[in-house]
């Protein structure tokens, strides 16, 4: 999934706004809360506004071509904004003013926020790229008639529980490893290609190394029948069969909804739905259930998440069954904070990663901050692995796996791992590496030191070891030391290097190794016997 620019109805006017897409090109919602600045013109900018061309002919026939800004006041004085394109997403836009200039900033992902500029003057409002009004894009009030239209595409809100803290449902000990569908098949999926994928999750020794969470991304839905029940569409003959064909091999059975109408790739999601689909998914042997904000976004605000994570974990408590609850919002409203509580075993905390090292590198060490809220049965998950799907070199997917390692990351692999080299199944599974991230201790990694592109980050695990990452996130190869007083560590420890397993003997008061460009250097340091 990438960042894209999607021209708006008003495209012919080069409109354009970024939104996030899948890669069918499909837009995928995304959101936040808006916070607000200053309550001073608020009046001003409050109401709906749509494209300056809009018809009501676009509106009923393509209303997913058309961006709406609307615009609230919510307490008092503090605006809210959001961007709706009807039928398939709401992102909440943050307002903020000084003096007659308006920002606006789209909220999409922890990380990814756009800044715009605006300027209003009476029925007219101009957005463009902020610090360049190349291209702006007019927008004007929306008539009444429009507005009652777009009232009649909005779906309703449901009623969301009370707030309650859920107690560990004691799944997810350690961080959750297995494999999905969607970083290399997206939508591309089908009963035969899962099967051939477990069978090669068996031979290549994956599933051994503890990846035992098979899971099917969006794409699987079909259609509703006339009792409600969800079905999978025509390319999933038998969920339960399939689910059994798993179980028999040792492996578990993921998969994928939305709180929202539609899923991110416009499929049926379980809105009005969560306490049906909690029962089929249990019925048919489901072990790990990612619920994905997507749509939802046109219906609730980012303020309303937890109460909606919490309604579908009530379902899945209800059944019975075991299952993992993956929280997917993109990393907003903070849901490391409260992620937990409502019956999440892991929570997005990024927007999504491709495979390019400016993205992973990007997610993996903005994580710092994040990592005292993760531990046992609660895990902050940066997002799946790209290992195996090409775009990076041995370096870079060693210094994916390691960092991820050391985050006590979930290892979901994300390649074809029908067609898995060698080396991806080595990086995969080195055992050593694979003891850091499933530590029992369970508690994260954090950076200790910062020269420029070099960073040192330490992680306690069991047995008073210390895990020691030396990363060079650098041009050129480069010595990184630092004292082990620096790190926290005792004057003299044992030294292994985790990746080759070679023994560095004593190390006396220092550490220092050559890390190759975009490279790590992975230690496990024990307290050496005086
Ligand atoms: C969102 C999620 C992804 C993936 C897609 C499926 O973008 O963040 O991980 O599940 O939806 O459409």
């Known amino acids: 999934m990438s960042l894209l620019k999607v021209p708006s109805a008003a495209g012919a006017q080069g409109y354009e706004i970024v939104v996030r897409r899948n890669p069918l090109g499909m837009v995928v919602a995304l959101c936040a809360l808006a916070t607000l600045v200053s309550p001073a013109a608020a009046d001003e900018l409050a109401g709906t506004w749509v494209p300056q061309d809009l018809t009501m002919e676009i509106l009923a026939s393509a209303p997913q071509n058309v961006r709406v800004l609307v615009f609230k006041e919510k307490a008092r004085g503090a605006l809210t904004g959001k961007l709706l394109v009807p039928g398939l997403a709401g992102m909440p836009i943050a307002v903020q003013r000084d003096g007659p200039r308006i920002r606006l900033v789209l909220q999409m992902a922890r990380g990814m926020e756009t800044p715009l500029d605006a300027t209003v003057a009476g029925d007219r409002l101009t957005v463009g790229a902020a610090g360049s009004m190349d291209q702006p894009a007019p927008l004007r009030r929306a008539s009444e008639q429009e507005s009652r239209k777009l009232e009649e595409l909005a779906p309703r809100k449901l009623p969301l529980p009370a707030m309650q803290s859920l107690p560990a449902n004691g799944l997810a000990r350690t961080p959750p490893m297995g494999f999905s569908t969607w970083n290399h098949f997206a939508t591309a999926i089908d009963d035969r290609t899962i099967r051939e994928v477990a069978e090669a999750m068996v031979t290549t020794g994956l599933r051994d190394a503890g990846y035992v969470y098979v899971n099917i991304d969006d794409g699987w839905q079909g259609v509703r029948d006339e009792h409600g029940e969800l079905r999978a569409n025509g390319k999933f003959p038998d969920m339960k069969a399939l689910a059994d064909y798993l179980h028999e091999r040792g492996l578990k059975l993921g998969i994928y909804t939305s709180p929202g109408p539609t899923s991110c790739a416009g499929f049926v999601g379980s809105y009005g739905h969560e306490e049906q689909d909690a029962r089929t998914f249990a019925a048919w042997g489901v072990d790990y259930v990612k619920y994905d904000w997507c749509s939802a976004g046109l219906l609730y605000d980012d303020d309303e998440m937890p109460a909606v994570y919490l309604k579908m974990a009530q379902a899945i408590r209800a059944t019975g069954r075991p299952m993992v609850f993956s929280i997917c919002q993109y990393g907003r409203a903070d849901v490391w904070t409260w992620g937990a509580e409502v019956g ?13 090292w400016a993205v992973m590198s990007t997610i993996g ?33 060693r210094t994916h796996v390691t960092l991820w390692a050391m985050l006590a990351a979930p290892l979901i692999a994300g390649h074809d791992v029908r067609r898995s080299s060698p080396e991806t199944i080595a990086l995969l599974t080195n055992r050593a590496v694979l003891a850091v991230d499933q530590d029992a201790l369970g508690r994260p990694g954090r950076r200790v030191v910062q020269r420029g592109p070099h960073e040192i980050w330490t992680r306690p695990l069991t047995g008073e070891r210390t895990a020691v990452a030396l990363f060079n996130r650098g041009e050129t190869p480069a010595t990184i030391e630092a004292t082990l007083a620096e790190l926290g560590i005792d004057e003299r420890a044992s030294a292994v290097d985790v990746w080759t397993g070679r023994s560095l003997g004593v190390l006396e008061g220092k550490l220092a ?16 016997s005086a």
């Open 344 to 356: 999440g075993n892991l929570w997005r905390t990024t927007g999504d990663i491709t495979d390019r």
């Open 513 to 528: 190794s050559e890390v190759e460009p975009h490279g790590v250097v992975l230690l496990v340091l024990s307290p050496a």
């Open 365 to 397: 060490f903005g994580q710092d901050e994040l990592t005292p809220f993760a531990g046992p049965g609660r895990w902050n998950d940066p997002d799946m692995l790209e290992v195996g799907n090409g775009h990076m070199t041995a370096a870079e997917y």
